[in-house]
Structure formats: structure tokens, C-alpha cells
């Protein structure tokens, strides 16, 4: 029997520890009499699927940077009242069909999508292929886990796009027809249902949480049937609508069976200390029983950038630095209010959250800036035998953990609530527990009482309440990681969140420079000066994981609300300078930041917009230029884009 498919260059290289080093030669030829001989070749080609997930213009980089779109947690400033002239400004929501990231994302996406697809017909028709055949049977079940989340990627952000599961080379028109975005993740949902009784729990898996395991399948059907339940923007006008179709309940019950599936496993937990799991990535430590359900499993010096555009900047001459962590980019950046949401006995708050950053001379310096440092993972909390070198910036190797046990506990819980108009009963009592576990983590043992049970128990009186107790939940235990955008637009909050941040930058900048607006009396307090001081490391991984001497670290006498100076020894660092004095009004970073949807100053909108009836964020992106002009017409482009 002979098939033809697309056998891809690559070279396998060997595992060290427990993390898979791959290397893969971008190029590929085409060959039309060739069928597996193998379980080898198998592995081969399966190892290329899997290679299309390592580029930095999709989830090395660009996922987490260029398409993680400002809101209340992710935030990037932007000070151009006009559209950056490459179109790539879709952190602002006015981004173009022209910009070169787009089209190469797409690519990338569309190019481990063909490689899945060639992988799973080639395997299905070659003569080593048998049902009976377990290992098989999993290698099939990872091609489609993967092809789904390249799919469900590209539906998020920009809805109905083309679909198929046959290589190219199996079909009629080189221009593969656009589908609706609920057949997509409808058919993508029954596919991994029938794939996940062939497929293995992490801790049975060789290289387990770097490989699509049975947990991770459950999960992404969860993700899935949670995105195809949710509100979405669809074209009507421009920018289009939001809404969500009449059978969302249905997909909020599959949603809550799965995540149930994953839970009622207990093939994985939350025992780490919420750093830790991050810290491990950072140290290339892969549990496969914890947190982590699917680490993207990056190359040291060869691939992805987590750890060098996240964790506060570090500074170099030339490139080089003084000591063995390289330098820091520190680009991926949080809002300047978020650690402000967060409980003040929340521990995930001062470990998400970065204040200072390091210059040339290692001389840590307080942030003073339109946002904060996403200090999740930085190169410095590598141990000095995992650090990189001086000259290393990029290519850091670390794992992008790109879905967590928590995330599954808390869909769980949302999914419960909704389908169930509360959480009573037996399977609100398991939901109940499931959104504790993720905040007993989130809390010393001796605030449980008060953060844990007494909290929960308050917000589980009404489904409303324990919804919003999820959506704050979420912000604060998946802050970084570019889910706060997606999450806002399936529970269609995205709009009053963008329009209420742009307000608490525009007002806070405003009463910076003495004007007083409406609901200026919440920040009064805020600490426009922050007092602190620099001290020797404490040399203890749980205050800071660099234990390096070298490495002093900043000590803010109270960071949270305003004081009085403290005394001799302390300086003081002045925030929210947002205000040009000159103009009379905020500085541009204030106005467009959120450009596409509220700005303010010439021709702004903020005033005119009406707080109780916005409009819909166009967070949709634009299907590529190129795509456009290859497809002969076929694809067009809506949501006001030309």
C-alpha cells in the first residue's frame, strides 16, 4: 500500500533529563510513494507537528507579546495617536491586514496544522497502523490534540477561518474553503472525544507534560466547548456583534465533564508553591503530576523567549553583562493597577508583579512607568548552573506552560455554575472545592479561615456572585500568561473592563496633574510616592529566587497606599507622572493606549461612549493581506477592516 504525504527534514536529537531537546530543519519536499515504514519514521514526523509549536512569531514569542491584547492584567503602553505604520498595533485593537506578524502566525499555525494532518493520514494509512496498537494509538491521539489547539488559537482570534483535515495534497483547490467557527470547534470536540480512550496520563508518557497527554485532551475539550459556549464577536457592521448561540449550555455541560475528568483522574494537583511551578520552568524541572498539564517544550539557545521578554529588564554593554544570566528584555508587561486588585495577603501577587528592574551595573531601580514587570518567569531565577551566559538574551529554552491544573479547577468551576444555575448539590459541592483548592494555594495555611473558607462560602450564596468570583479568581491566578483577554470575551466583559482601565489610567493621570474628575476620590490614596531602599540579598528562594549576591533587591516601606516619608535611609520614587503640563492633559501613553476602542485628546471618544451600552471591542484580528491576495477573492476581511 503506498500513500503519498509530505515527509519534513528533521533531526531528532537526544533527551536530556527529563527535558526533549528538538531541533528541526525548516525545510520540507514533497514525495508522492511514500508510506511509513516504522514506528520511527513515525516518531519522526510526529516530532515536526510538534516542532511548529517552538516558532517565536507564534507561541515563542509572539503569543504572549505582540497578540496579548491590553486589559486589565496584560497591558503595553502605546503613545501614537496615529497607526504604527507596519499595522501592528493589535495591543491597541488597530492592527492591519498588512502587518508582517499576522501573516507569519497564520503560517505557522496553518503549517502545524499540515503537519498533523499529513501525520495522521500517513499513520492511519500505512501498514504499521492497528487499532490494538497502544503506542500508535497515542501518537495519534497527540496530532490531533495538537492540530486542535492550533485550531482553537486561530478561532479565537480571528473567527471563522479555513478549515480541513486532509493534507494538502489530497485536495481539489489549493484555496480551502473558510468554515463558521462553531463547526470548527464542534467537529474539533467530538474529534478529541474519540481520541482521548487511546491516549496516556502525562506520568505514563515519556517526557509526560511536554507531550499531549490523556489530560491535556480532556482539557482542551474543556477549553474548547468553554469557547464554542462563550460570546464572540461575529461580522455585523463594524465592528460586528457579540453573542453567543442558543445551544451554549450544551457545551458549558461538556465543558464541565471534562475538566470533571482531569479533577476525578488525580493524575495531577497544586502541591508546589504557586512560584515554584514557575521557578522549575525557568530551571527546566518538568513535574508531570502537578500544576502543568502541557509545557510547549522550548530548546535551550534555540528557542522561545519566556524569560527574556518576561521578568523585569536587565541591562548589558553591548550585549553583554557582568554576570552568567544574560540580559532581560522585560517587554511582556502587566498594568500599572493590577497588583492592586489582589488581596493583600495574596502571595501570588509580589511574585506575579515586578517593581524594579537591573541596570548595566546589576543596581536594581524601581519601575516608574505606564506598567509593571510580568515577573512569572525571568531568566534570573535560573540556579547559576542553569544560567545561560552573559552574551544571551532570547532563545532561553524555557517551557511556555500553556495549560495549568488550576485553569482546569477553575473552568470546572465556572462551567458547574453556569449549567447549574449555582453551586448546590453534589457537583456545586465538587466545584466549590475545586475553586478553594486553587485559592488555599494562593494563601498562607493560617488565612485559610478568613481567605478560603469564609470567602467562598460568600461568594457561593448566589450563581452571580460566585461567577464574579471566578472572573476576579482567574485574573489573579492566570495573570501573564495572555488568558485575560480571551476570558473577558467569552463572558463579554471585554468592553467595560477596556473602557473602565482606560478610565483609572485617564483619571489617575489627571488628578497627577491637580484636574479632578468624577470617582478621583478612590485614588486619592493611591501612593504617588513610593518610599524604599535597596538591601542585600536575603538569600532565600521563597522572598527572592535569585540568591546571588551580586543581586540586591528593592525593599518598599509600603507599596500599596500613600505615607508618610519613613526617615534617613529611605528614597523616594515618584509615580503616575502621566500628566503633560504643557498641554494641560495626560501624557499619550494615557490617551491610546487603548486606541482602537476608547482614546482621548483630538477627536477622542471616551466622552461621547456611554458606560451602560458600549460597543463591542474589535479584538478580532485581520486574516493576513498575502492569504488574502492568494485565495483569489475568496477571503475577505470584516469587522472594518479594508
Given at each position: 500500500?503506498?500513500?503519498?504525504i509530505?515527509?519534513?527534514?528533521?533531526?531528532?536529537?537526544?533527551?536530556?533529563?527529563?527535558?526533549?531537546?528538538l531541533?528541526?530543519?525548516?525545510?520540507?519536499?514533497?514525495?508522492?510513494?511514500?508510506?511509513?515504514?516504522?514506528?520511527?519514521?513515525?516518531?519522526r514526523?510526529?516530532?515536526?507537528?510538534?516542532?511548529?509549536?517552538?516558532?517565536?512569531?507564534?507561541y515563542g514569542?509572539?503569543?504572549?507579546?505582540?497578540?496579548?491584547?491590553?486589559?486589565?492584567?496584560?497591558f503595553?503602553?502605546?503613545?501614537?495617536?496615529?497607526?504604527?505604520?507596519?499595522?501592528?498595533?493589535?495591543?491597541?485593537?488597530?492592527?492591519?491586514?498588512?502587518?508582517?506578524?499576522i501573516?507569519?502566525?497564520?503560517?505557522?499555525?496553518?503549517?502545524?496544522?499540515?503537519?498533523?494532518?499529513?501525520?495522521?493520514?500517513?499513520v492511519k494509512?500505512?501498514?504499521?497502523?492497528?487499532?490494538s496498537?497502544?503506542?500508535?494509538?497515542?501518537?495519534?491521539?497527540?496530532?490531533?490534540?495538537?492540530?486542535?489547539?492550533?485550531?482553537?488559537?486561530?478561532?479565537?482570534m480571528?473567527?471563522?477561518?479555513?478549515?480541513?483535515?486532509?493534507?494538502?495534497?489530497?485536495?481539489?483547490?489549493?484555496?480551502?474553503?473558510i468554515?463558521?467557527?462553531n463547526?470548527?470547534?464542534?467537529?474539533?470536540?467530538?474529534?478529541?472525544?474519540?481520541?482521548?480512550?487511546?491516549?496516556?496520563?502525562?506520568?505514563?508518557?515519556?517526557?509526560?507534560?511536554?507531550?499531549?497527554?490523556?489530560?491535556?485532551?480532556?482539557?482542551?475539550?474543556?477549553?474548547?466547548?468553554?469557547?464554542?459556549?462563550?460570546?464572540?464577536?461575529?461580522?455585523?457592521?463594524?465592528?460586528?456583534?457579540?453573542?453567543?448561540?442558543?445551544?451554549?449550555?450544551?457545551?458549558?455541560?461538556?465543558?464541565?465533564?471534562?475538566?470533571d475528568?482531569?479533577?476525578?483522574?488525580?493524575?495531577?494537583?497544586?502541591?508546589?508553591?504557586?512560584r515554584?511551578?514557575?521557578?522549575?520552568?525557568?530551571?527546566n524541572?518538568?513535574t508531570?503530576?502537578?500544576?502543568?498539564?502541557?509545557?510547549?517544550?522550548?530548546l535551550?539557545?534555540?528557542?522561545?523567549?519566556?524569560?527574556?521578554?518576561?521578568?523585569?529588564?536587565?541591562?548589558?554593554?553591548?550585549?553583554?553583562?557582568n554576570?552568567?544570566?544574560?540580559?532581560?528584555?522585560?517587554?511582556?508587561?502587566?498594568?500599572?493597577?493590577?497588583?492592586?486588585?489582589?488581596?493583600?495577603?495574596?502571595?501570588?501577587?509580589?511574585?506575579?508583579v515586578?517593581?524594579?528592574?537591573?541596570?548595566?551595573?546589576?543596581?536594581?531601580?524601581?519601575?516608574?512607568?505606564?506598567?509593571?514587570?510580568?515577573?512569572?518567569w525571568?531568566?534570573?531565577?535560573?540556579?547559576?548552573?542553569?544560567?545561560?551566559?552573559?552574551?544571551?538574551?532570547?532563545?532561553?529554552?524555557?517551557?511556555?506552560?500553556?495549560m495549568?491544573?488550576?485553569?482546569?479547577?477553575?473552568?470546572?468551576?465556572?462551567?458547574?455554575?453556569?449549567?447549574e444555575?449555582?453551586?448546590?448539590?453534589?457537583?456545586?459541592?465538587?466545584a466549590i472545592n475545586?475553586?478553594?483548592?486553587?485559592?488555599?494555594?494562593?494563601?498562607l495555611?493560617?488565612?485559610?479561615?478568613?481567605k478560603?473558607?469564609?470567602?467562598?462560602?460568600?461568594?457561593?450564596?448566589?450563581?452571580?456572585?460566585?461567577?464574579?468570583?471566578?472572573?476576579?479568581?482567574?485574573?489573579?491566578?492566570?495573570?501573564?500568561?495572555?488568558?485575560?483577554?480571551?476570558?473577558?470575551v467569552?463572558?463579554?466583559?471585554?468592553?467595560?473592563?477596556?473602557?473602565?482601565?482606560?478610565?483609572e489610567?485617564?483619571?489617575?493621570?489627571s488628578?497627577?496633574?491637580?484636574?479632578?474628575?468624577?470617582?478621583?476620590?478612590?485614588?486619592?490614596?493611591?501612593?504617588?510616592?513610593?518610599?524604599?531602599?535597596?538591601?542585600?540579598?536575603?538569600?532565600?528562594?521563597?522572598?527572592?529566587?535569585?540568591?546571588?549576591?551580586?543581586?540586591?533587591?528593592?525593599?518598599?516601606?509600603?507599596?500599596?497606599?500613600a505615607?508618610?516619608?519613613?526617615?534617613?535611609?529611605?528614597?523616594?520614587?515618584?509615580?503616575?507622572s502621566?500628566?503633560?503640563?504643557?498641554?494641560?492633559?495626560?501624557?499619550?501613553?494615557?490617551?491610546?493606549?487603548?486606541?482602537?476602542?476608547?482614546?482621548?485628546g483630538?477627536?477622542?471618544?471616551?466622552?461621547?461612549?456611554?458606560p451602560?451600552?458600549?460597543?463591542?471591542?474589535?479584538?478580532?484580528?485581520?486574516?493576513?493581506?498575502?492569504?488574502?491576495?492568494?485565495?483569489?477573492?475568496?477571503?475577505?476581511?470584516s469587522?472594518?477592516?479594508?
Open positions: 500500500m503506498r500513500k503519498y509530505i515527509i519534513l527534514s528533521l533531526a531528532l536529537l537526544a533527551f536530556t533529563s527529563c527535558k526533549d531537546y531541533e528541526v530543519n525548516s525545510d520540507s519536499k514533497y514525495e508522492d510513494n511514500y508510506v511509513f515504514g516504522n514506528k520511527e519514521e513515525i516518531n514526523v510526529l516530532t515536526a507537528v510538534y516542532a511548529s509549536l517552538m516558532s517565536n512569531d507564534t514569542n509572539a503569543y504572549f507579546s505582540t497578540f496579548a491584547l491590553n486589559n486589565d492584567v496584560e503595553t503602553a502605546n503613545g501614537s495617536q496615529l497607526r504604527n505604520v507596519n499595522g501592528e498595533d493589535f495591543r491597541a485593537f488597530d492592527g492591519t491586514q498588512d502587518a508582517p506578524s501573516q507569519r502566525f497564520w503560517n505557522k499555525q496553518y503549517e502545524g496544522i499540515e503537519r498533523a494532518n499529513i501525520f495522521i493520514e500517513g494509512s500505512s501498514s504499521v497502523y492497528s487499532e496498537d497502544l503506542d500508535i494509538k497515542q501518537q495519534i491521539g497527540e496530532a490531533k490534540v495538537l492540530r486542535a489547539m492550533f485550531y482553537h488559537d486561530l478561532v479565537v480571528f473567527g471563522d477561518v479555513p478549515f480541513t483535515t486532509e493534507p494538502a495534497v489530497k485536495r481539489n483547490s489549493l484555496v480551502t474553503p468554515e463558521d467557527r463547526k470548527i470547534l464542534s467537529f474539533l470536540i467530538d474529534d478529541l472525544k474519540s481520541a482521548a480512550s487511546g491516549m496516556k496520563y502525562a506520568v505514563n508518557l515519556n517526557f509526560g507534560v511536554e507531550r499531549a497527554s490523556k489530560e491535556f485532551c480532556y482539557g482542551m475539550i474543556a477549553r474548547m466547548a468553554l469557547t464554542r459556549g462563550g460570546y464572540a464577536l461575529y461580522p455585523d457592521g463594524s465592528p460586528g456583534v457579540m453573542k453567543r448561540m442558543p445551544d451554549y449550555k450544551d457545551y458549558y455541560r461538556i465543558a464541565m465533564q471534562y475538566a475528568s482531569v479533577i476525578s483522574s488525580g493524575s495531577h494537583s497544586l502541591n508546589k508553591s504557586y515554584r511551578v514557575f521557578i522549575d520552568q525557568v530551571n524541572i518538568v508531570n503530576n502537578d500544576d502543568p498539564i502541557f509545557e510547549i517544550p522550548f535551550r539557545r534555540s528557542s522561545g523567549n519566556v524569560g527574556n521578554i518576561t521578568g523585569g529588564a536587565v541591562g548589558s554593554v553591548e550585549g553583554v553583562t554576570h552568567p544570566w544574560g540580559s532581560v528584555n522585560g517587554g511582556m508587561r502587566l498594568n500599572a493597577f493590577y497588583h492592586y486588585s489582589f488581596d493583600r495577603k495574596d502571595i501570588r501577587k509580589d511574585y506575579t515586578g517593581m524594579w528592574s537591573y541596570d548595566v551595573n546589576i543596581v536594581p531601580q524601581v519601575l516608574v512607568d505606564y506598567s509593571m514587570y510580568n515577573n512569572k525571568s531568566k534570573l531565577w535560573a540556579d547559576p548552573s542553569k544560567a545561560l551566559g552573559s552574551q544571551t538574551s532570547g532563545n532561553t529554552g524555557v517551557n511556555f506552560p500553556y495549568r491544573y488550576a485553569d482546569i479547577l477553575l473552568m470546572y468551576a465556572e462551567a458547574v455554575n453556569e449549567v444555575n449555582g453551586v448546590t448539590g453534589a457537583n456545586g459541592l465538587k475545586a475553586f478553594k483548592e486553587v485559592r488555599k494555594r494562593a494563601f495555611t493560617s488565612d485559610h479561615s478568613e478560603v473558607e469564609n470567602y467562598t462560602s460568600a461568594a457561593a450564596v448566589s450563581k452571580d456572585d460566585f461567577f464574579m468570583a471566578i472572573v476576579n479568581e482567574r485574573k489573579w491566578e492566570l495573570g501573564g500568561e495572555n488568558v485575560r483577554w480571551k476570558d473577558l467569552r463572558w463579554n466583559l471585554y468592553s467595560k473592563v477596556v473602557y473602565d482601565s482606560f478610565k489610567y485617564y483619571i489617575v493621570a488628578l497627577s496633574g491637580g484636574d479632578y474628575l468624577n470617582g478621583f476620590e478612590k485614588y486619592e490614596k493611591l501612593p504617588f510616592n513610593k518610599f524604599f531602599r535597596r538591601i542585600n540579598n536575603p538569600n532565600n528562594i521563597d522572598i527572592y529566587p535569585n540568591t546571588d549576591s551580586r543581586f540586591r533587591i528593592i525593599d518598599f516601606h509600603n507599596p500599596w497606599e505615607t508618610l516619608h519613613p526617615g534617613p535611609g529611605w528614597e523616594m520614587a515618584t509615580f503616575y502621566w500628566y503633560d503640563d504643557a498641554n494641560s492633559i495626560p501624557r499619550p501613553q494615557i490617551l491610546y493606549s487603548f486606541r482602537g476602542f476608547v482614546n482621548a483630538p477627536g477622542g471618544n471616551w466622552e461621547a461612549l456611554n451602560n451600552n458600549l460597543p463591542p471591542v474589535r479584538y478580532i484580528f485581520p486574516f493576513p493581506n498575502q492569504t488574502i491576495q492568494m485565495s483569489n477573492g475568496v477571503y475577505k476581511n469587522y472594518g477592516y479594508n
